[in-house]
């Protein structure tokens, strides 16, 4: 079953995400969507997201930049 995880600042809950997985995340791509953002002057907490996901041992696979 494929899950979906949806947050407005993914940094600050990077392990609750690893929780919500309920399996190892190493080695799995997740697709990250950083579309509101796009309109967005300041934009550093998208980088920080896609960070923490790599920390975690995830492929990053953004769908729209």
Avoid: H, N, Q, W
């Avoid at 953002?37 to 997201?49: H, I, K, N, P, Q």
């Amino acid at each position: 079953m494929k899950k979906i995880f949806l947050t407005s600042s993914f940094v600050d809950v990077a392990d609750l995400f690893v929780e919500f997985a309920e399996e190892k995340c190493a080695g799995k791509t997740v697709t990250f969507i950083p579309t509101a953002s796009l309109v967005e002057d300041v934009t550093f907490y998208v980088d920080a997201g896609k960070k923490a996901l790599e920390e975690r041992g995830l492929i990053v696979d953004e769908l729209e930049s």
